[in-house]
């Protein structure tokens, strides 16, 4: 079954069977279950949230200035009087939004460069591969603030530099995952039969390197959420009165000594959810046989 | 093996290089030049000529490029633009604060990832295990300002114990400092320790499952020493690799939890020198970052090779 799948390009099973499949396996666990609810809970929560929140997140009451939770205010009011509630369930909006197509991007840019290189090796490879080790060693957050600070907030900058700067560890894992199948009998039967390189990097790399390299995108995720919230708290991500977890925290913090539940609720807001993308991508790893734990969080 | 540590030092040295190409042309290409950038609406006339004049903007970019290399090479960053004096004396006191704040998490993240990695190996999937794999889990994962801050609302401000922010000169002795330190190392050391214990108990478990072992084990050497005479030589050593990945790659961390406490070390210069668009500060910044992130490779690479014989032989073998 499994080598007739690479000689034919034919799936015995079609690929919603596969992917349920991949879900199940997933959700037998009981981290992966826990990971997928929470993740399935935070998605619906931010497409659904504008049509139950019961304020306008924006509209500022110098007379509820820091009430504490009541049945009115459920999580209480913020230091400019707006309902916490409303805020905490609309808060995770931009973030998800803007590091999902992040991540894509990611995926795309470090993926293709990292199968290219493993494919062509040789010189090329060294110099990208020098130029990739050179951008990992500059730590993210420096060049991410610069970056922000000299082109400004807007959603067009945050998802292309979120992307390029999360993307550089995919090409590393691809090209290794691509110097692992490069050798197989199958790619030389491949370029004897005359294929393309297109092809060959389509029909016969890319199913071989995909699982890796989708592990690899879903950690990803799960670091730029936590890259994206800590450019929001250090007053480089988003623009008030946007609701985001990390500017609400960063507001909160400095009333917290008397108003704790304005930076709580938006606390466990983002925690909850990188908990929920981290397991589930452990999950998803562990379902597809790989593992990602003797791995540095580079 | 000496061939090996050269051609590896010789590669550091080129990342460097190519480090410090990306931040010129980085800083080049944004819009924007250091003196419009930092003078913003008052960037006209006398201000932005005698500005470009100091920092020379107005020669082209590879000479600057040059003679910047070449100062830094000899340890001179240049001038900062906003406080009007050496880079270099901004930055002493912060590498040396930062530095403090940095071993004093190291000094205890280590030992304690070791002992909390192999606990939870050896007891694998029992109620240890569990227990300090949960609370990993959740310090690993959850963002550095988020733990931070929680340290703050519950050490500081709940309970009283310590001061929850550090409010403290750059230039402060060592001694004046120790008493600030206590809650950012804590969170710093948090996180840390959870990524390496993580590391050492999949490391452990992986040796435990080894044929020698097993051999060990049928051969009756008894339990803890088979331990620590077999199993943990062998499975710490390729830890080391991940362990200075894990602390360079903290340096990002640590700039937000430098900020969160409001300690004066080089993460908080980071957002300072950012906030006031003061470009050659930053651009030392990035030099002086990644050359830390090179140097903890390169002691982990030399570690590596020197605590294992077997890479030794390879070496002469080829």
């Known amino acids: 079954m499994e080598n007739s799948k690479n000689i034919f390009n034919e799936n015995p099973k079609s690929s919603l069977a596969k992917v349920l499949d991949i879900i199940s396996t997933m959700a037998s666990k009981p981290s992966g279950f826990i990971g997928l609810a929470i993740l399935i809970f935070h998605v619906t929560l931010a497409i659904t949230s504008p049509w139950f929140a019961p304020y306008d997140y924006k509209a500022i009451n110098p007379t509820l200035m820091l009430n504490a939770p009541s049945s009115e205010f459920w999580f209480g009011t913020d230091s400019l009087g707006r309902d916490v509630f409303t805020r905490t369930i609309l808060g995770g909006r931009t973030a998800l939004t803007i590091t999902f197509f992040g991540s894509i991007i990611a995926l795309l840019w470090g993926g293709l460069l990292g199968i290219f290189c493993g494919l062509v090796g040789g010189r090329i490879d060294d110099i990208v591969m020098r130029i990739v080790d050179a951008f990992l060693s500059i730590p993210w957050i420096l060049a991410m603030l610069l970056i922000v600070s000299l082109l400004g907030t807007t959603t067009e900058v945050l998802i292309p530099a979120l992307g390029f700067f999360y993307g550089k560890g995919i090409v590393r894992v691809a090209r290794a995952a691509t110097h692992d199948v490069i050798a197989k009998d199958f790619i030389v039967s491949a370029k004897a039969r005359g294929h393309s390189n297109l092809s060959i990097i389509w029909n016969e790399i890319l199913p071989n390197v995909r699982d890796a390299i989708l592990v690899e995108g879903a950690m990803r995720w799960s670091w730029m959420l936590l890259g994206f919230s800590s450019l929001s708290f250090l007053g480089f991500g988003v623009s008030p009165p946007t609701p985001d977890w990390g500017l609400m925290i960063s507001n909160a913090r400095g009333l917290m000594s008397f108003a704790w539940w304005a930076v709580i609720a938006p606390i466990v807001g983002l925690s909850s959810l990188i908990i929920g993308i981290n397991l589930t991508a452990d999950a998803f790893a562990k379902a597809l046989g790989i593992d990602r734990s003797t791995k540095a969080p580079v | ?318």
């Open chain 2, 1 to 318: 093996m000496f061939f090996l540590i050269f051609k590896r030092f010789v590669l550091g040295l080129i990342t460097l290089f190519i480090v410090s190409l990306i931040t010129f042309i980085g800083v080049e290409i944004l819009p924007g030049d250091a003196c419009t950038s930092y003078l913003e609406r008052e960037a006209f006339g006398e201000a932005l000529a005698a500005c470009i004049k100091r920092l020379g903007l107005d020669i082209p970019a590879h000479e600057r490029y040059l003679t910047w290399a070449y100062n830094v090479i000899q340890g001179d960053f240049g001038y900062s633009l906003s406080g009007q004096m050496q880079i270099n004396e901004v930055l002493g006191p912060r590498i040396k604060n930062s530095l403090v704040l940095a071993s004093a998490a190291i000094i205890i993240g280590i030992p304690l990832a070791l002992i909390l990695g192999i606990i939870t190996a050896l007891w694998r999937d029992k109620m240890p295990d569990i227990i300090i794999s949960t609370v990993a889990i959740f310090s690993m994962t959850i963002p550095e300002f988020i733990s931070a801050t929680l340290l703050i609302l519950i050490v500081a401000i709940w309970l009283e114990w310590l001061p929850g922010i550090v409010i403290v000169p750059t230039d402060v002795t060592f001694f004046e400092l120790l008493p600030n330190i206590i809650l950012p190392v804590i969170a710093i050391a948090m996180i840390m320790t959870a990524h390496m214990a993580r590391m050492v108990r999949s490391s452990v478990i992986q040796v435990m499952a080894s044929d020698y072992i097993q051999m060990a084990i049928l051969k009756g050497v008894p339990y803890w020493k088979m331990v620590f005479k077999h199993v943990l030589p062998n499975a710490l050593l390729p830890a080391i690799n991940v362990v200075a990945l894990t602390i360079a790659w903290l340096l990002g961390g640590v700039v937000v939890t430098e900020v969160v406490f409001n300690y004066p070390g080089l993460g908080r210069l980071v957002i300072e020198s950012i906030s006031n668009r003061d470009l050659p500060v930053v651009q030392a910044l990035g030099i002086i970052l990644a050359s830390i992130y090179v140097s903890i490779n390169f002691i982990a690479d030399l570690l590596t090779l020197m605590l294992n014989p077997r890479l030794k032989t390879l070496q002469t073998r080829k």
